[in-house]
């Protein structure tokens, strides 16, 4: 075995007599290292969008979430409160009333999600650590929190003595509607806060209130919730709780962030994969050329192959040969790859050299998981590549 190496290893640095195997034995090697090197730097890049998208989302996102399996309210008893209080792995829970509405201010108007919430909200999620202007809502008052996307659209500020904000939602029970103005009901909001996440879908989204307004507003009940979000203390699993809220909740649905944001995360993953699978095709492209290159070398070789044959090596021993050289070549491309991929992210990391937009530098992470990717794609590659120049030397002896 370490006779066959040696060999391998003399072929794959020494010098071929033809011009041609060098410059493709080259250009593959080459390719090796920028593919990989680029296919390391694309994965870093997601893994960055993928930290950058998921955190603004995280920042109003609840640990876990209790939702109704039917209708729209959750009927939250004496009972289900007094166990989730005794419950040790919950830092904090908050009961919230929301649902889409209309939003006028002066002569416009605007269709929005009212997020009506209780006073433990607040410590449920960073909310309060998002408003550069103004505060957060009062409770039992009247004040509204609104997205700085929002707050454009609307043209509002906060404390306007000229224009009201109002919130309507259509009235609910059966019958005949006489007047317009008796289908709706209809609130008034006072912005206190504006919110802002960097995230234009999130910003744009929602206008929070006390939670009895949302009462008021859409008919609930003491005891009637849309959801509760839920805060976990700190190292509380998040299966135990899950389990925990299943045996309180048993005909309600429990989601954790991934699931809230699932068309977020499906949409990620199914880009990162479509990057992955092109630069794949790429890497199969280039190892084409490696496969030229060692059945070039195979046939410049002949005179060789026959000698060490004739002296006892056997068919398997000599495939073996240019198995590993195609190998170390293989090996060494995917180091310095790896080394050029991991120092440019590295400096993008914290740096920021290049821009997304402006100020904002183009988002990447450096994950020891993405090198293991790219290090276990193309060495499978490089060995089926190897092994189809390495049975050429079947060919060969049958010749």
């Not at 939250?76 to 509405?101: C, F, M, W």
């Not at 939602?169 to 103005?181: L, V």
């Not at 590549?385 to 049958?398: D, F, T």
Request: proline share 3%; glycine share 6%; with cysteine.
């Amino acid at each position: 075995m370490n006779t066959v190496f040696y060999i391998a290893k003399r072929y794959a640095f020494s010098k071929s007599k033809t011009k041609a195997i060098n410059i493709i034995t080259r250009i593959s090697a080459i390719g090796i290292i920028v593919s990989s090197m680029a296919l390391f730097v694309v994965l870093s890049v997601f893994s960055g969008l993928e930290n950058s998208l998921v955190s603004f989302t995280n920042v109003i996102d609840p640990d876990l979430v209790v939702l109704p399996s039917k209708g729209k309210s959750i009927n939250l008893t004496i009972d289900q409160q007094e166990k989730l209080k005794s419950l040790g792995k919950i830092a904090n829970y908050s009961n919230i009333i929301e649902d889409r509405v209309i939003f006028t201010y002066g002569d416009k108007q605007i269709v929005a999600i009212l997020k009506a919430v209780d006073s433990n909200y607040p410590k449920t999620v960073a909310i309060t650590e998002n408003i550069p202007h103004g505060k957060w809502i009062q409770p039992n008052t009247n004040d509204a929190v609104m997205g700085n996307v929002l707050a454009d659209e609307l043209s509002a500020g906060m404390y306007s003595n000229d224009k009201l904000l109002e919130v309507l939602a259509m009235k609910p029970g059966k019958g005949m509607i006489t007047m317009p103005e008796d289908a709706y009901i209809k609130l008034p909001l006072y912005p206190s806060g504006i919110y802002s996440l960097n995230n234009i879908d999130t910003d744009n989204k929602y206008i929070y209130a006390d939670i009895n307004v949302g009462k008021d507003l859409l008919g609930f009940k003491a005891n009637e919730f849309s959801k509760i979000e839920f805060k976990l203390t700190n190292g509380t699993s998040e299966r135990e709780l899950t389990s925990a809220l299943k045996d309180i909740f048993p005909n309600e649905t429990i989601k954790n962030r991934s699931q809230l944001n699932e068309g977020l995360y499906k949409m990620l993953k199914t880009e990162s994969l479509a990057i992955y699978l092109i630069f794949t095709l790429i890497i199969i492209v280039t190892l084409f050329c490696l496969t030229g290159a060692l059945i070039m070398i195979i046939l410049e070789k002949k005179a060789h192959i026959k000698t060490l044959y004739d002296i006892g090596f056997s068919q398997k021993k000599l495939k073996h040969i240019f198995l590993y050289q195609g190998l170390i070549l293989s090996v060494g491309g995917v180091i310095i790859g790896l080394i050029l991929g991991i120092t440019i992210t590295l400096l993008q990391q914290h740096f920021g050299f290049v821009k997304a937009n402006g100020d904002f530098p183009y988002p990447v992470v450096f994950r020891w998981k993405n090198g293991a990717v790219v290090t276990i794609i193309i060495l499978i590659l490089s060995i089926i590549a190897s092994y189809i120049a390495a049975s050429r030397i079947k060919i060969l002896m049958n010749e």
